[in-house]
């Protein structure tokens, strides 16, 4: 059963959320968050990418620039941009994107849960990526942006938050400039409070949706406190990490296509020859193709777009990781035929969220004369079957939207 907490959220003042909010550290780049940092003072990204207040040549892992993200942590709430609950409390967090809401609760979950399985996870990480963020945690005394995590809410708590934002009003609540709406509500009434963790001690399992890294990261930080703090209790604010959870039927999963800058030394003609051993193949003259169902891909390649549907004998008795179209594609494609042994390191390959155009696709394919795979999104219900068997999905299966913001929440450790 799942313990999730309250907290006395460190968060922006009203006036300023709008301003302090910003995207996760992991999709803006070096060169954008400097360029976002130095029209917007008040950005999260001052932290979140501190290098961005750095010299250019300061590496990305350099302990100055975790350094300096303590610093500027410190300074936003010295100077009133941020400041901290007195109570702990739970948040509801709600995002409207393109006309979709999805509304979740903002607490605190336990880093046991993570360790014995109750929060599940469907992916691998990368060392490197986790060293980056424990050092920033570590450095922060904080978890600076939560933990994206799904579940299948019961009646009740969804009808505890209706009835919650039908009686008050939003601390925040302003559109982004990418055309998403924000709003939070703060929920500290002491019988909801009780009721909410009571729900999740009912729900069997937590699912990561998005934040991988981060999940790890704040665990690993927790544990590496634990035995600085011998006597700890269990209770001490490093023995949860920050996070959001939302309703599992109220996300969205966006495809995360794939770009390859080449034909692996194959003519054009002999690729699409090779093709039709596993798929049907059919070219879409004059238009993008966008596939509509499972097992169906849309390339584009040599100036045309392509309909490519896997043939049945390719995945009917594949187990469930291995019937994802993702997973056929690296199978039957991208590792036999274009020689992308390893996706997570190759340099020829680029994944694209599926937020982007299919005609950037087309113009990164077009560049250097490589190959683009339009994908069907994987549904949130592979995702939660895949980790309820305890099986990891393939790198870049899944791409969320909308990206929760990070500053608007903070949970300190307050153990430094």
């Not at 945690?137 to 009646?155: E, M």
């Not at 093709?275 to 097992?295: A, D, I, Q, R, T």
Request: charge should be negative; include cysteine; aromatic fraction near 10%.
């Amino acid at each position: 059963m799942a313990i999730f907490q309250t907290f006395r959220a460190l968060r922006p003042v009203p006036e300023k959320a709008e301003k302090v909010a910003a995207l996760p550290y992991d999709v803006v780049s070096r060169e954008e968050a400097r360029l976002i940092g130095e029209k917007n003072p008040d950005s999260f990204l001052h932290v979140d990418r501190a290098e961005m207040d750095l010299p250019a040549d300061t590496g990305l892992y350099d302990s100055i620039v975790y350094e300096q993200a303590r610093k500027n942590l410190q300074k936003m709430e010295e100077n009133g941009s941020l400041i901290q609950d007195e109570k702990p409390c739970y948040y509801i967090y709600e995002l409207t994107r393109k006309g979709k809401t999805q509304t979740g609760i903002v607490g605190c979950c336990s880093i046991d849960d993570y360790i014995n399985g109750t929060v599940k996870k469907h992916e691998l990480t990368r060392e490197d990526k986790e060293t980056d963020r424990i050092r920033h945690v570590d450095a922060c005394d904080a978890n600076t942006g939560p933990i994206f995590l799904a579940c299948r809410y019961s009646g009740e708590l969804l009808a505890l938050m209706e009835e919650w934002k039908k009686e008050h009003a939003p601390v925040y609540d302003f559109l982004a400039d990418d055309q998403v709406t924000h709003r939070v509500w703060i929920i500290d009434g002491g019988r909801e409070i009780e009721n909410i963790a009571d729900e999740f001690q009912k729900i069997p399992s937590l699912y990561i949706a998005d934040g991988h890294h981060r999940a790890a990261s704040a665990v690993k930080v927790g544990l590496k406190r634990r035995e600085e703090h011998p006597g700890y209790t269990g209770k001490e604010e490093f023995n949860y990490f920050l996070s959001v959870v939302f309703p599992s039927d109220q996300l969205t999963i966006l495809p995360y296509n794939r770009v390859v800058k080449d034909l692996n030394g194959l003519t054009e003609k002999a690729f699409l020859a090779g093709l039709k051993f596993n798929f049907e193949l059919m070219l879409m003259p004059g238009f993008p193709c966008k596939p509509v169902e499972k097992h169906c891909i849309g390339m584009y390649v040599g100036g045309q777009w392509y309909h490519l549907k896997a043939w049945e004998d390719i995945y009917q008795k594949k187990d469930i990781v291995g019937q994802l179209d993702v997973s056929l594609l690296q199978e039957k494609v991208l590792s036999p035929m274009l020689g992308i042994g390893d996706p997570r390191t190759d340099k020829r390959i680029h994944f694209v969220g599926g937020s982007h155009k299919l005609s950037e696709l087309q113009a990164m394919a077009d560049e250097t004369g490589g190959v683009a795979f339009a994908m069907f999104p994987t549904s949130m219900e592979d995702l939660m079957a895949i980790a309820d068997e305890g099986k990891l999905m393939p790198p870049k299966s899944t791409w969320f939207e909308p990206k929760l913001r990070s500053g608007l929440f903070i949970h300190k450790f307050e153990t430094v």
